[in-house]
């Protein structure tokens, strides 16, 4: 694939300037940031922030939903969607993503990452610096696992599902929509409620 010449990256957090860097280092030539809490003149590596954007993108350009909030990054991609912009994906060129591997659009797959083969990864997705999403998982839309946490093999995630850092999913669970798993955890058996899930083995803590 060839590297966008731009990429309107929704946010200006710390997650938009990892997919930033992500973006520059794969050739991306241009980057104009939009959020709407941006103050006056604020830039980030010389790249200019706007706290609107509802133009025409240039031929070669595209977007990226790249707000570390998974409802948030839907909001973003609905409206990318809707205005007929292209939807980029940001990989690593250090990241593995094997064979027969499915990346949606809109998705971030960070430093030193894999996708194991097979694994199907949905659109508006976090796959983060370091984390593991193994053979034949399955991860749903605008979900997040974040930075060395590890989903193992023939595992489901539903959608606005967040795997805190470091947290383990052990093979063949599954975990519903709208779960978060706190940092450090451990999933070693599936997870229906929703509701924020913490510690080893993981347990429900509060319930949405």
Known sequence: ???????????????????????????????????????????????PVTRKFDGTLAEGWSCLPATGDNLQRQKQFDLAHSAGWPIAKIIAKDATIDVDAKIAPGCFVGHHAHVGPSAQVGKGCIINTGAIVEHESVVGDFSHVSMNAVVAGRC???????????????????????????AGAAVVESLTGPGTYAGCPAKRIRAD
């Not at 489901?156 to 706190?182: E, P, Q, W």
């Open 1 to 47: 694939m060839n590297p966008e010449k731009g990429l309107v990256i929704f946010g200006f957090g710390g997650h938009a300037r990892s997919v930033a860097a992500v973006a520059l280092a794969n050739g991306v030539g241009s980057l104009l940031f939009v959020d709407e809490n941006a103050k006056e003149s604020e830039t980030f590596l010389g790249f």
């Open 156 to 182: 489901h995630l539903g959608n606005f599902v967040f795997l805190g850092a470091g947290a383990t999913v052990i093979d063949s669970v599954s975990i519903g929509d709208r779960i978060t798993i706190g």
